[in-house]
DNA sequence: GTAGGTCCTAGAGTCCTGTCTAGATCAACT
DNA sequence: AGTTGATCTAGACAGGACTCTAGGACCTAC
Protein backbone atom coordinates (compact mmCIF):
# COMPACT_ATOMS: atom_id res chain seq x y z
CA UNK A 1 0.00 0.00 0.00
CA UNK A 2 2.96 1.83 0.61
CA UNK A 3 3.81 4.03 -2.91
CA UNK A 4 7.35 5.64 -3.48
CA UNK A 5 7.94 9.28 -5.32
CA UNK A 6 8.27 7.50 -8.52
CA UNK A 7 5.33 5.55 -8.23
CA UNK A 8 3.37 8.95 -7.39
CA UNK A 9 5.09 10.62 -10.36
CA UNK A 10 4.26 8.23 -12.55
CA UNK A 11 0.40 7.90 -11.54
CA UNK A 12 0.07 11.38 -10.90
CA UNK A 13 1.38 12.66 -13.85
CA UNK A 14 3.54 15.18 -11.69
CA UNK A 15 6.97 14.93 -12.12
CA UNK A 16 9.34 14.20 -9.03
CA UNK A 17 10.74 17.42 -8.60
CA UNK A 18 7.08 18.65 -8.68
CA UNK A 19 6.15 16.15 -5.75
CA UNK A 20 8.83 17.19 -3.83
CA UNK A 21 8.30 21.26 -5.09
CA UNK A 22 4.91 21.14 -3.91
CA UNK A 23 5.96 19.16 -0.37
CA UNK A 24 8.03 22.02 0.37
CA UNK A 25 5.44 24.29 -0.52
CA UNK A 26 3.41 23.03 2.06
CA UNK A 27 0.91 21.44 -0.37
CA UNK A 28 0.16 17.88 1.72
CA UNK A 29 -2.45 18.17 3.99
CA UNK A 30 -0.40 15.44 6.15
CA UNK A 31 2.96 15.61 5.85
CA UNK A 32 4.80 13.11 4.02
CA UNK A 33 5.77 10.37 5.72
CA UNK A 34 9.50 9.06 5.39
CA UNK A 35 11.17 5.15 5.95
CA UNK A 36 14.28 5.10 8.19
CA UNK A 37 16.29 5.79 5.00
CA UNK A 38 14.92 9.33 4.46
CA UNK A 39 12.97 8.40 1.78
CA UNK A 40 9.34 9.51 0.84
CA UNK A 41 6.21 7.45 1.54
CA UNK A 42 2.80 8.21 -0.07
CA UNK A 43 -0.51 6.42 0.05
CA UNK A 44 -3.60 6.46 -1.73
CA UNK A 45 -4.70 8.99 0.22
CA UNK A 46 -1.87 11.54 -1.28
CA UNK A 47 -2.56 10.37 -4.69
CA UNK A 48 -6.62 11.62 -4.58
CA UNK A 49 -5.27 14.87 -3.17
CA UNK A 50 -3.22 15.20 -5.52
CA UNK A 51 -5.63 14.46 -8.20
CA UNK A 52 -7.68 17.50 -6.52
CA UNK A 53 -4.63 19.48 -6.62
CA UNK A 54 -4.41 18.87 -10.04
CA UNK A 55 -7.70 20.45 -10.76
CA UNK A 56 -7.29 23.75 -8.65
CA UNK A 57 -4.07 23.91 -10.38
CA UNK A 58 -5.27 23.95 -13.87
CA UNK A 59 -8.33 26.13 -13.01
CA UNK A 60 -6.27 28.55 -12.05
CA UNK A 61 -5.60 28.74 -8.60
CA UNK A 62 -2.19 29.21 -7.68
CA UNK A 63 0.06 27.27 -5.39
CA UNK A 64 -0.18 29.68 -3.04
CA UNK A 65 -3.62 30.03 -2.55
CA UNK A 66 -3.34 26.15 -2.06
CA UNK A 67 -0.97 26.55 0.10
CA UNK A 68 -3.57 29.13 2.20
CA UNK A 69 -6.48 26.29 2.18
CA UNK A 70 -3.82 23.73 3.42
CA UNK A 71 -3.47 25.74 6.12
CA UNK A 72 -7.02 25.83 7.30
CA UNK A 73 -7.22 22.38 6.79
CA UNK A 74 -4.14 22.41 9.07
CA UNK A 75 -5.13 24.48 11.84
CA UNK A 76 -8.15 22.44 12.62
CA UNK A 77 -11.81 22.35 13.00
CA UNK A 78 -13.13 26.18 13.76
CA UNK A 79 -12.35 27.86 10.46
CA UNK A 80 -15.14 25.81 8.02
CA UNK A 81 -16.43 29.11 7.03
CA UNK A 82 -13.41 30.40 5.81
CA UNK A 83 -12.25 27.16 4.21
CA UNK A 84 -15.97 27.65 2.63
CA UNK A 85 -15.71 31.42 1.54
CA UNK A 86 -12.63 30.18 -0.11
CA UNK A 87 -14.37 27.45 -2.36
CA UNK A 88 -17.02 29.50 -2.73
CA UNK A 89 -14.60 32.21 -4.10
CA UNK A 90 -12.63 29.77 -6.83
CA UNK A 91 -16.19 28.13 -7.73
CA UNK A 92 -16.84 31.68 -8.35
CA UNK A 93 -13.69 32.12 -10.70
CA UNK A 94 -14.28 29.16 -12.57
CA UNK A 95 -17.47 29.77 -13.48
CA UNK A 96 -16.70 32.86 -14.45
CA UNK A 97 -13.43 31.60 -16.80
CA UNK A 98 -16.00 29.56 -18.69
CA UNK A 99 -18.17 32.05 -19.02
CA UNK A 100 -15.30 34.12 -20.73
CA UNK A 101 -14.07 31.21 -22.49
CA UNK A 102 -17.63 30.72 -24.34
CA UNK A 103 -17.56 34.03 -25.76
CA UNK A 104 -13.70 33.57 -27.09
CA UNK A 105 -15.32 29.69 -28.36
CA UNK A 106 -17.58 31.75 -30.41
CA UNK A 107 -15.02 34.28 -31.90
CA UNK A 108 -12.85 31.50 -32.79
CA UNK A 109 -15.59 29.63 -34.52
CA UNK A 110 -16.83 32.64 -35.93
CA UNK A 111 -12.93 33.23 -37.50
CA UNK A 112 -12.49 29.63 -38.45
CA UNK A 113 -15.62 30.10 -40.23
CA UNK A 114 -14.61 33.56 -42.20
CA UNK A 115 -11.07 31.60 -42.97
CA UNK A 116 -12.41 28.19 -44.11
CA UNK A 117 -14.83 30.50 -46.63
CA UNK A 118 -11.54 32.59 -47.85
CA UNK A 119 -9.66 28.82 -48.33
CA UNK A 120 -12.67 27.75 -50.06
CA UNK A 121 -12.75 31.01 -52.24
CA UNK A 122 -9.14 30.58 -52.67
CA UNK A 123 -9.06 27.28 -53.80
CA UNK A 124 -12.16 27.85 -56.01
CA UNK A 125 -10.04 31.05 -57.40
CA UNK A 126 -6.74 28.58 -58.11
CA UNK A 127 -9.51 26.31 -60.11
CA UNK A 128 -10.47 29.22 -62.13
CA UNK A 129 -6.95 30.68 -63.09
CA UNK A 130 -4.27 28.07 -62.13
CA UNK A 131 -1.94 31.10 -61.98
CA UNK A 132 -3.70 32.53 -58.77
CA UNK A 133 -2.99 36.43 -58.89
CA UNK A 134 -3.01 38.40 -55.69
CA UNK A 135 -5.73 40.76 -57.59
CA UNK A 136 -5.55 43.27 -54.39
CA UNK A 137 -6.24 40.53 -51.64
CA UNK A 138 -3.93 41.09 -49.29
CA UNK A 139 -3.17 40.46 -45.25
CA UNK A 140 -4.85 43.69 -44.99
CA UNK A 141 -7.78 42.50 -45.65
CA UNK A 142 -7.77 39.55 -44.00
CA UNK A 143 -6.83 40.94 -40.74
CA UNK A 144 -9.95 43.26 -41.48
CA UNK A 145 -11.67 39.94 -41.58
CA UNK A 146 -10.11 38.54 -38.67
CA UNK A 147 -11.25 41.87 -36.77
CA UNK A 148 -14.76 42.02 -37.95
CA UNK A 149 -15.27 38.25 -36.78
CA UNK A 150 -14.47 39.80 -33.30
CA UNK A 151 -17.53 42.44 -33.39
CA UNK B 1 -8.37 59.49 -35.11
CA UNK B 2 -4.43 58.97 -33.85
CA UNK B 3 -4.50 57.37 -30.50
CA UNK B 4 -0.64 57.90 -27.89
CA UNK B 5 0.10 54.98 -26.29
CA UNK B 6 -1.34 56.13 -23.28
CA UNK B 7 -4.82 56.51 -24.57
CA UNK B 8 -4.59 52.80 -25.77
CA UNK B 9 -2.94 51.90 -22.43
CA UNK B 10 -6.10 53.31 -20.75
CA UNK B 11 -8.91 51.93 -23.50
CA UNK B 12 -7.05 48.64 -23.53
CA UNK B 13 -6.45 47.53 -20.20
CA UNK B 14 -3.21 46.95 -20.72
CA UNK B 15 -0.12 49.00 -19.97
CA UNK B 16 2.21 50.91 -21.72
CA UNK B 17 4.61 48.88 -20.99
CA UNK B 18 3.05 45.71 -21.62
CA UNK B 19 2.49 47.33 -25.05
CA UNK B 20 5.46 48.23 -26.02
CA UNK B 21 6.72 44.80 -24.87
CA UNK B 22 4.10 43.32 -27.63
CA UNK B 23 5.26 45.82 -30.02
CA UNK B 24 9.01 44.17 -29.21
CA UNK B 25 7.43 40.44 -29.47
CA UNK B 26 6.31 41.60 -32.95
CA UNK B 27 2.24 41.13 -31.98
CA UNK B 28 1.24 43.70 -34.13
CA UNK B 29 0.49 43.22 -37.84
CA UNK B 30 0.62 46.51 -38.97
CA UNK B 31 3.84 47.49 -37.64
CA UNK B 32 3.11 50.73 -35.10
CA UNK B 33 3.87 53.81 -36.94
CA UNK B 34 5.74 57.03 -35.73
CA UNK B 35 5.33 60.92 -35.22
CA UNK B 36 8.01 62.43 -36.43
CA UNK B 37 9.37 63.00 -32.50
CA UNK B 38 9.72 59.32 -32.28
CA UNK B 39 6.13 58.75 -30.68
CA UNK B 40 4.08 55.51 -31.04
CA UNK B 41 0.69 56.32 -33.16
CA UNK B 42 -2.14 54.20 -33.13
CA UNK B 43 -5.37 53.66 -34.59
CA UNK B 44 -8.88 52.09 -33.98
CA UNK B 45 -8.06 48.94 -35.61
CA UNK B 46 -5.35 48.16 -33.29
CA UNK B 47 -6.89 48.71 -30.47
CA UNK B 48 -9.06 45.92 -32.25
CA UNK B 49 -6.78 43.59 -32.90
CA UNK B 50 -5.69 44.19 -29.46
CA UNK B 51 -9.07 43.15 -27.75
CA UNK B 52 -8.89 39.74 -30.15
CA UNK B 53 -5.24 39.39 -28.72
CA UNK B 54 -6.32 39.69 -25.12
CA UNK B 55 -8.74 37.37 -25.99
CA UNK B 56 -6.24 34.72 -27.50
CA UNK B 57 -3.85 35.66 -24.35
CA UNK B 58 -6.43 34.58 -21.87
CA UNK B 59 -7.57 31.94 -23.53
CA UNK B 60 -3.91 30.17 -23.18
CA UNK B 61 -2.35 30.78 -26.76
CA UNK B 62 1.62 32.09 -25.80
CA UNK B 63 2.88 35.57 -27.09
CA UNK B 64 4.83 33.12 -28.81
CA UNK B 65 2.29 31.24 -30.26
CA UNK B 66 0.01 34.44 -31.39
CA UNK B 67 3.51 35.97 -33.12
CA UNK B 68 3.47 32.41 -35.11
CA UNK B 69 -0.18 33.44 -36.38
CA UNK B 70 0.93 37.04 -37.03
CA UNK B 71 4.04 36.06 -38.78
CA UNK B 72 1.98 34.39 -41.08
CA UNK B 73 -0.29 36.99 -41.88
CA UNK B 74 2.56 39.09 -42.38
CA UNK B 75 4.20 36.81 -45.15
CA UNK B 76 0.92 37.12 -47.43
CA UNK B 77 -1.69 35.82 -49.04
CA UNK B 78 -0.81 31.88 -49.46
CA UNK B 79 -0.70 30.34 -46.40
CA UNK B 80 -4.19 30.50 -45.46
CA UNK B 81 -4.57 27.18 -44.84
CA UNK B 82 -1.89 27.03 -41.77
CA UNK B 83 -3.67 30.32 -40.55
CA UNK B 84 -6.81 28.23 -40.93
CA UNK B 85 -4.98 25.10 -38.64
CA UNK B 86 -3.42 27.19 -36.20
CA UNK B 87 -6.55 28.67 -35.74
CA UNK B 88 -8.82 25.75 -35.96
CA UNK B 89 -5.74 23.99 -33.04
CA UNK B 90 -6.43 26.95 -30.63
CA UNK B 91 -10.22 26.37 -30.91
CA UNK B 92 -10.09 22.88 -30.27
CA UNK B 93 -8.33 23.84 -27.32
CA UNK B 94 -10.79 26.32 -26.11
CA UNK B 95 -13.29 23.84 -26.48
CA UNK B 96 -10.94 21.39 -24.09
CA UNK B 97 -10.38 24.18 -21.56
CA UNK B 98 -13.96 24.65 -21.14
CA UNK B 99 -14.84 20.79 -20.76
CA UNK B 100 -12.64 20.82 -18.20
CA UNK B 101 -13.30 23.84 -16.23
CA UNK B 102 -17.07 22.46 -16.32
CA UNK B 103 -15.46 19.37 -14.50
CA UNK B 104 -13.91 21.19 -11.93
CA UNK B 105 -16.97 23.02 -11.55
CA UNK B 106 -18.81 20.55 -10.54
CA UNK B 107 -16.13 19.27 -8.22
CA UNK B 108 -16.16 22.75 -6.31
CA UNK B 109 -19.60 22.57 -5.98
CA UNK B 110 -20.07 19.19 -4.48
CA UNK B 111 -17.00 20.74 -1.96
CA UNK B 112 -19.07 23.58 -1.27
CA UNK B 113 -22.09 21.31 -0.84
CA UNK B 114 -20.25 19.45 1.37
CA UNK B 115 -18.79 22.08 3.57
CA UNK B 116 -21.94 23.90 3.57
CA UNK B 117 -23.61 20.78 5.09
CA UNK B 118 -20.50 20.23 7.77
CA UNK B 119 -20.82 24.27 8.83
CA UNK B 120 -24.94 23.56 9.39
CA UNK B 121 -24.10 20.63 10.99
CA UNK B 122 -21.37 22.73 12.90
CA UNK B 123 -24.10 25.87 13.75
CA UNK B 124 -26.17 23.24 14.93
CA UNK B 125 -23.94 21.20 17.18
CA UNK B 126 -23.07 25.02 18.72
CA UNK B 127 -26.58 25.50 19.29
CA UNK B 128 -26.86 22.20 21.08
CA UNK B 129 -23.27 22.61 22.86
CA UNK B 130 -22.36 25.62 23.14
CA UNK B 131 -18.53 24.98 24.24
CA UNK B 132 -18.61 23.29 20.94
CA UNK B 133 -16.59 19.88 21.95
CA UNK B 134 -14.25 18.91 18.86
CA UNK B 135 -15.58 15.19 19.74
CA UNK B 136 -13.23 13.30 17.08
CA UNK B 137 -14.56 15.66 14.26
CA UNK B 138 -10.68 16.33 13.23
CA UNK B 139 -8.90 17.93 9.87
CA UNK B 140 -8.51 14.02 8.85
CA UNK B 141 -11.53 13.86 8.44
CA UNK B 142 -12.65 16.89 6.47
CA UNK B 143 -10.08 16.12 4.37
CA UNK B 144 -11.29 12.75 3.86
CA UNK B 145 -14.88 14.40 2.62
CA UNK B 146 -13.40 16.55 0.65
CA UNK B 147 -11.71 13.94 -1.57
CA UNK B 148 -14.84 12.31 -1.64
CA UNK B 149 -16.28 14.80 -3.38
CA UNK B 150 -13.71 14.45 -6.17
CA UNK B 151 -14.66 11.10 -7.23
C1' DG C 1 32.35 -5.63 -5.69
C1' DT C 2 30.52 -3.07 -9.09
C1' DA C 3 26.98 -1.40 -12.17
C1' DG C 4 22.34 0.38 -12.43
C1' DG C 5 18.40 2.30 -10.70
C1' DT C 6 15.94 5.06 -7.29
C1' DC C 7 16.21 8.12 -3.90
C1' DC C 8 17.99 12.25 -0.89
C1' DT C 9 19.20 17.64 -0.17
C1' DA C 10 20.30 22.30 -1.25
C1' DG C 11 20.35 25.35 -4.31
C1' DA C 12 20.92 27.10 -9.07
C1' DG C 13 18.74 27.75 -13.57
C1' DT C 14 14.84 28.42 -16.86
C1' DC C 15 10.82 30.05 -19.15
C1' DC C 16 7.13 33.21 -19.53
C1' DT C 17 5.15 37.49 -19.09
C1' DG C 18 5.40 41.27 -17.96
C1' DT C 19 7.08 45.52 -14.89
C1' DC C 20 10.20 48.92 -13.58
C1' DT C 21 14.33 52.08 -13.80
C1' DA C 22 17.43 55.54 -15.48
C1' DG C 23 18.36 58.98 -18.22
C1' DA C 24 16.86 61.72 -22.11
C1' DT C 25 13.48 64.34 -25.13
C1' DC C 26 9.67 67.17 -26.00
C1' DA C 27 5.30 70.02 -25.52
C1' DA C 28 2.58 72.67 -22.76
C1' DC C 29 1.50 75.59 -18.76
C1' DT C 30 2.77 79.37 -14.86
C1' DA D 1 12.86 80.07 -17.18
C1' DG D 2 11.07 76.34 -14.77
C1' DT D 3 7.94 72.63 -13.78
C1' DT D 4 4.94 69.10 -15.08
C1' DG D 5 3.51 65.22 -17.67
C1' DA D 6 3.83 62.08 -21.40
C1' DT D 7 6.90 59.70 -24.12
C1' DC D 8 11.31 57.41 -25.71
C1' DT D 9 15.25 53.47 -25.35
C1' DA D 10 17.88 49.79 -23.41
C1' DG D 11 18.18 46.91 -20.19
C1' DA D 12 17.63 45.26 -15.34
C1' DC D 13 14.39 43.06 -12.23
C1' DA D 14 10.40 40.21 -10.58
C1' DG D 15 7.27 36.45 -9.59
C1' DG D 16 5.39 32.05 -10.47
C1' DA D 17 6.04 27.39 -11.17
C1' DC D 18 8.68 24.42 -12.05
C1' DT D 19 13.15 21.84 -13.66
C1' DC D 20 17.62 20.49 -13.29
C1' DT D 21 22.36 19.72 -11.20
C1' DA D 22 25.80 18.14 -8.08
C1' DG D 23 27.17 15.21 -4.84
C1' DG D 24 25.96 11.49 -2.00
C1' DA D 25 23.37 7.29 -0.05
C1' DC D 26 21.24 2.89 -0.57
C1' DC D 27 19.55 -1.49 -2.60
C1' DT D 28 19.48 -5.20 -5.98
C1' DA D 29 21.36 -8.07 -9.32
C1' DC D 30 25.03 -9.94 -11.66
Redesign the interface.
Known amino acids: MDLSIGEVARRSGLSVHALRFYEREGLF ?2 PVRRLSNGRRVYHE ?1 DL ?2 L ?2 CL ?2 R ?2 GMSVAMIRGYIDL ?5 GN ?2 E ?2 EL ?2 R ?2 DD ?2 A ?2 R ?6 E ?3 E ?2 RV ?2 E ?2 AR ?1 EADRLWNPSHP ?1 GG ?4 E ?3 V ?2 AA ?2
Do not use: F, P
Not at 73 to 77: D, I
Not at 100 to 105: A, F, G, H, I, S
Not at 137 to 140: E, L, N, Q, V
Open positions: ANEEWAIRLSSVRAGTERRLLRHQVAQIDLQVTLVMRKVYEHVGDRDSAVIRCESS
